[in-house]
């Protein structure tokens, strides 16, 4: 393995008396894609929004790039996450949704802002609708404006939380293409997901979470050919 | 005296109307703003009192405020002239209600709104100045019309703290002349006449702006 991106050990945390994640141990490596499923209500979410914050934990530790930073507004401009209702600011257009944390939180100038969000706007191939209001965009787009928003913080990994769920059939595939696309180039992903097909093909280990706890950690291959776990068996024979 | 003699005689006293009115936007938008935001954000006792001076200025008869600051606190050495009083207490009273406007529209806003602001590195301060208040002001500018027309009318009470608004100059006429139908007549007119463009452009503001949310939530324009 090379060097560790994101390490979570041991972590805990609970809603009032609720135990929604029981000592949960994942390392994921720089340039690695792990994509974690499970049935709803198993913590998935939960995990990764605890990577960035977003939920705070009760007990265990969080490293990302070797260190558990306590600024969150740091740490977030280093892990960016993606989610399932996009969350674009409708009141702005696609350009300056991307620009808006490049020039508040790094203080970067208009100019460079904007040239950075387009590039990362072409990344997504949606470049063209730069001067659009997210309203005026499918699903698909809005999702990929939202990754596009990410990326410009140049992200030391990415947390993409069920990024296609909202979404209409049709409009799955371009947004998992862009996500492969990520991972060819080596982004370090954490991907919750019920995308089979997908983990398949782009993801370097499956995680199988239930219950709050990680029951299982494969490679795709021998996930899918050969789970060890009764629970991880049922779960496949239900969605497969 | 003719009508419009009446008439014109009341608007002498609309430079009053007028300045208290202004004035009191002054204490009224930024108090809203201030207080609705904290009583948003403040948790466990530190929201105690700001939840108490809202309720003092929104439970409290405007006349009471102004009576209670203009000739109260003389007593303690105070002196606060009549614009200031009268535009303190109908703004901040207004104000009051204003803030329960904002501390609405922010629990109305879709709470990954502000997640996603935090998830690319804003600081929460950020979050809600470029994110939330800008949302916000779009959705409140209808009820922010309508409390206008509540402190313009409001402003009919600076008369009994000796200020010579229309109201006052009413009174002054009918003291003169000794017909009230013809006075208070002129004077229903002339606040309608400031009123009425004020809620024409209140109901355009909330089609326009219920035009907009129904398609900042995706088209489901029919939810109310």
Redo the contacts between chains.
Sequence with gaps: MDQTAISINKLNKWYGDFHVLKDIDLQVATGEQVVICGPSGSGKSTLIRCVNRLEAYQDGHIEVMGQEETNLPRLRRQVGMVFQQFNLFPHLTVLRNCTLAMTRALRMDQAEAEETALRMLERVRIREQALKFPTQLSGGQQQRVAIARALCMSPKAMLFDEPTSALDPEMIKEVLDVMADLAQDGMTMICVTHEMGFARQVADRIVFMDAGQVVEVAPPDSFFANPQNLRTRTFLEQIL | MSFSEIFLGILEGLDVTLTVTAFGLLFAIPFALVAGVAQQFLTGWKRAPVTAIIEFWRSTPILVLMFMFYYTLPVAGVYLNATTVAAMTLGLHIGAYGSQSVRAALQAL?R??V?????????RW?VLL??EL??MA?AMLPTFVNQFIQLVKGTALVALITMTDMTARAKELSQLTFDPPAIYGALMLAYFLLLYPATVLGRHLERVVGRRSG??N?GRAGDV
Excluded: C, N
């Design positions: 879709d990954g709104q997640e996603a602001g935090l998830a690319i590195g804003l600081t950020q470029t994110i800008p949302q779009v398609r900042l995706g």
